[in-house]
């Protein structure tokens, strides 16, 4: 299912944050999400998964217009957003975590040094292995679209190496990814499509490849500068 975006404006403090974006993650694809901080990258997400109402414009997935929905209806549509902060359950066990979820052998298929940590409580776990059990649990709920936000925010770069490729796998099986990362080049390197949200606008869509072979002009993006 492709995931839709036309013309979201979010608010907060009855001030407009994110105005007018208009884009799309396409099913089968990684689409990714750049811009500096405080351009509403996290608000429009939160807007697509309902934890922040749109003031207006219109959000699709499959089809079916999600816009005004509650977040469970929009879960149960397929949609799965893995939030900044690696928001585990800490008193229960690893296991626990994904049989709130589902089915944990699809977890473990893709991250199968979990197992091990099966039993240990996952306020226990490294960091890098909470964001393994947070974006495990998106996982086995199989979803159509799945949001991710700022997945590396904290972790070492060989813990952000070993998570990009089953990103990469869920896309390539079919899932619509949208990915919103503070590496940069690091995120292009594995997109099919690029947005950049710069002062609450998109100011670039459309291939990967000229913001990752040019600093000039993923600077002039970020900058919100069309020139």
Do not use: W
Not at 154 to 166: E, F, Q, T
Not at 188 to 217: K, M
Request: aromatic residues 4%; contains cysteine; hydrophobic residues 45%.
């Amino acid at each position: 299912m492709d995931l839709v975006l036309r013309d979201v404006t979010v608010a907060r403090g009855g001030q407009p944050v994110v105005r007018d974006v208009t884009l799309t993650a396409a099913a089968g694809q990684v689409t990714v999400l750049l811009g500096p901080n405080g351009a509403g990258k996290t608000t429009l997400l939160e807007a697509v998964s309902g934890v922040v109402p749109a003031v207006r414009g219109e959000i699709v997935l499959g089809g079916s217009v999600l816009t005004g929905r509650p977040r469970t209806r929009r879960a149960r549509h397929g949609l799965a957003h893995v939030e900044q902060g690696r928001a585990v359950f800490a008193t229960l066990t690893t296991r626990e975590n994904l049989a709130l979820a589902g089915d944990p052998r699809r977890a473990l298929e893709l991250f199968p040094e979990l197992e091990r940590r099966f039993d240990v409580r996952a306020g226990l776990l490294s960091g890098g292995e909470q964001q393994m059990l947070v974006l495990a649990r998106a996982i086995v709920t199989g979803p159509a679209a799945l949001l991710l936000d700022e997945m590396s925010l904290g972790l070492a770069p060989g813990v952000v190496r070993r998570l990009l490729p089953v990103i990469r796998r869920l896309a390539d099986e079919g899932c619509a990814v949208l990915l919103v990362e503070q590496f940069a080049h690091a995120a292009l390197a594995l997109a099919d499509t690029a947005y950049v949200l710069a002062h609450g606008a998109i100011t670039y869509g459309g291939e990967p490849a000229p913001l990752r072979e040019s600093d000039a002009a993923l600077k002039r993006a970020y900058l919100g500068d069309d020139s």
